[in-house]
Every structure is written in structure tokens, then in C-alpha cells.
């Protein structure tokens, strides 16, 4: 079956803008997770779903970050007033179930740049 | 705090060398283990998973890694590397919460 799909793939914009990122999920599973990669780094968590609602929003740098996943399959990680420095790779994983004993598949990312 | 070093930033090895990459984690409790590989232009892709039991764990294209509790360590090792083993390897970790911690990767580039 398909893999997790993300949406779209590069994302351009400018300081203080606002940019929504899309996550599409392997169908049936219910965790999904977001994460950040900056240039030479591994995957930072922000974001973890347990269905509907958000299980651990621990990772979220701050409140210009928010995620939704209103039917508990996509999702969506919106950034306010965007800075220089939220530019990144941001990753999204799904699995089958939360907890520790799940493998998380990853998409692709959406790589944004900010100028 | 929690955390996870991966020891080699960038690795140069010619063809048919072996391969260790180092992975040490400060967790407590019980903890799952994981590498992933990303491959130029592709998304992460898992390579093997430690949960419980034996403590050398092989994955795919003749990887495997050795779990020590006690070292708090989780090595990914090959005998013979490929060309086609370049890419960006990740060691993470996942305890007692729901997210998974990478450390900061180890590229490894293969001379043909």
C-alpha cells in the first residue's frame, strides 16, 4: 500500500508569514508524529496523535506552532508568523499504535524555507 | 536529560571495509532501539529494531547491531560495506513517553 505522503514537498515563503504543512498517514494507522530536522541533525519530535487529539504536544517550540488531525487520519502542523530559523525539514511518521513498541513510518518531508 | 550521541559525524570507508557506528543513549528504564537509514534524495527508512531478548539484532542488507545494557549502547555494524551503503544513518530511542529521540546521524560515504 502507499506510504506516508506529505504535502507539498518544498514550501517557500517569507518572514512572518504563515504556512501550513500536510501529513497523510498509512491508512489505519492511528499514531502519527511530526518532526523537525535542521541541516545536520537528527529528527526533533514535536508533535505526537493518538487519534484525534494530540497525546504529547511536548516537542512544540513554541505557541506559533500548532497540529490538528480533526478525523484522526490527516494531518496538518501550521506555523505562525514564520521565522528565519523555522526553516527546516519537517518530517511526518505514522504507526500503528502509539506507546514504546511501535516502528513509525516516515514520509518524505516538506523542506521550508523561510527568507 | 535524555539523550542520544552518535560518536562518528562523517565516515569515509572504501569498498569491502567493515563498519561500526556507535550509538549511546542516558535513558532510564526500559527502552526500545532503532537505526534508520536515509539515503541521498529518499526518506528514512528503517534498518533494524532492538525491543527485548536477544541483544545482537540483524536487519536488513546485512546490518546488524549489538544492544549493551550495560555500556547503555546500540552499535550498528557491517562486515563489508557497498557502494550503495552511502547514506545518512540515525540511532534513536524510544522509553517510558511516546516520542522517539534521534541522535545526529553519521554520514558514511563508500569509496568504490
Known amino acids: 500500500g502507499a506510504g506516508v505522503s506529505q504535502t507539498p514537498s518544498n514550501k517557500v515563503t517569507e518572514k512572518g508569514k504563515y504556512v501550513e504543512l500536510r501529513c497523510d498517514p498509512i491508512?489505519?494507522?492511528?499514531?502519527l508524529y511530526w518532526y523537525r530536522q535542521s541541516l545536520g541533525q537528527g529528527p526533533e519530535f514535536l508533535i505526537y496523535?493518538?487519534?484525534?487529539?494530540?497525546a504529547d504536544d511536548s516537542g512544540l517550540p513554541n505557541d506559533r506552532f500548532f497540529a490538528v488531525r480533526p478525523e484522526g487520519s490527516v494531518s496538518t502542523l501550521k506555523i505562525q508568523r514564520t521565522e528565519r530559523g523555522d526553516s527546516a525539514v519537517y518530517l511526518c511518521?505514522?504507526?500503528w499504535g502509539g506507546g514504546l513498541y511501535n516502528e513509525q513510518f516516515f514520509g518524505p518531508g516538506t523542506r521550508l524555507t523561510v527568507l | 536529560a535524555q539523550s542520544v550521541s552518535q560518536h562518528n559525524h562523517h565516515v569515509i570507508l572504501s569498498e569491502a571495509a567493515s563498519l561500526e557506528l556507535g550509538c549511546n543513549y542516558s535513558?532510564?528504564?526500559?527502552?526500545?532501539l532503532f537505526w534508520y537509514v536515509q539515503y541521498p534524495g529518499q526518506h528514512l527508512q528503517l534498518l533494524l529494531k532492538?525491543?527485548?531478548?536477544?541483544?545482537l539484532v540483524k536487519g536488513i542488507k546485512g546490518f546488524e547491531a549489538e544492544f549493551i545494557k550495560s555500556k547503555f549502547s546500540f552499535n550498528l555494524r557491517k562486515p563489508s560495506v557497498q557502494w550503495s551503503d552511502t547514506a545518512e544513518y540515525f540511532c534513536?530511542?524510544?522509553?517510558?513517553?511516546?516520542?522517539?529521540?534521534f541522535g545526529a546521524g553519521t554520514r558514511l560515504t563508500v569509496k568504490p
Open positions: 535513558y532510564g528504564g526500559t527502552v526500545n
Open positions: 491508512s489505519g494507522h492511528t499514531a
Open positions: 496523535f493518538q487519534g484525534t487529539g494530540a
Open positions: 534513536a530511542v524510544t522509553s517510558n513517553n511516546n516520542d522517539m529521540r
Open positions: 511518521a505514522s504507526s
Open positions: 532492538y525491543f527485548s531478548g536477544d541483544p
